[in-house]
């Protein structure tokens, strides 16, 4: 099994539609992140959570938001999905040794 | 501030060439410096890392040294494959908390 789970893996939804997007993993790490992805911008940082009580802005945080719901689940939210939302997102992990693991990424267009 | 620069792509080369991908970086303190490794489809892997200056991180043929004096981490692999088509990402992170991802650079190796 994956150690970290994204679903759905596509979603396709019109502008102005709520959507979640859900994370889980099963290394029982307490750092959880949202990424998202775009053409010739790399990675940014959308949240970051280190356990259930504490969570983070990043980067572009602003149309998201996000609910450490567990120790292994980390979901995120369009209240309102834009077009310029379009993107890869993915969910990371980690512990105390810095690494960073990733999960499968969810491709997401907002229409 | 934190942030990570590295040569655009993409980058196409005959298989066993030689490859670098340049990456510097601009971070307070002391960061730990990485490379992951995106495969199409699929999340991000770490592929290496380095902790502290003149650290050589390497894995898979690839190598990378952290150079405090340039502030560099550059990717090399002496004989590259057509299976590390992909694209490469630098990355740092000063606490852990949160990481900076370069932009990434598209590789293809051609047979």
């Known amino acids: 099994d994956a150690d970290v789970t994204q679903t759905p893996r596509n979603r396709i939804t019109k502008t102005g539609k709520r959507i979640m997007l859900e994370c889980s993993q099963t290394?029982?790490?307490?750092?959880m992140y949202w990424y998202r992805q775009d053409p010739g911008l790399g990675l940014r940082l959308i949240y970051y959570?280190?356990?259930?009580?504490?969570?983070n802005k990043g980067e572009i945080s602003d149309g998201y938001s996000v609910s450490r719901q567990a120790q292994a689940k980390f979901s995120l939210s369009l209240e309102s999905a834009i077009p310029n939302q379009t993107a890869l997102y993915f969910c990371?992990?980690?512990?105390?040794?810095?690494?960073?693991?990733f999960g499968p990424g969810t491709r997401l267009t907002v229409t | 501030g934190n942030s990570v620069t590295q040569m655009e792509g993409p980058v196409t080369l005959s298989e066993e060439a030689f490859l670098t991908i340049n990456c510097t970086y601009t971070?307070?303190?002391?960061?730990?410096l990485f490379w992951y490794v995106q495969y199409p489809g699929e999340g991000l892997q770490l592929l290496l890392k380095?902790?502290?200056?003149?650290d050589k991180g390497s894995n898979k043929g690839f190598e990378a040294t952290y150079r405090k004096e340039t502030t560099s981490f550059h990717l090399e692999k002496g004989s590259v494959q057509v299976s590390d088509s992909a694209v490469y990402f630098c990355?740092?992170?000063?606490?852990?908390?949160?990481?900076?991802f370069g932009t990434g650079t598209s590789l293809t190796v051609i047979p």
């Open positions: 990371a992990i980690g512990q105390g040794d810095y690494e960073q693991y």
């Open positions: 290394k029982g790490h307490d750092r």
């Open positions: 959570s280190f356990d259930v009580k504490d969570i």
């Open positions: 971070a307070t303190g002391y960061p730990s």
């Open positions: 380095a902790t502290k200056a003149d």
């Open positions: 990355a740092l992170t000063n606490t852990g908390n949160q990481f900076y």
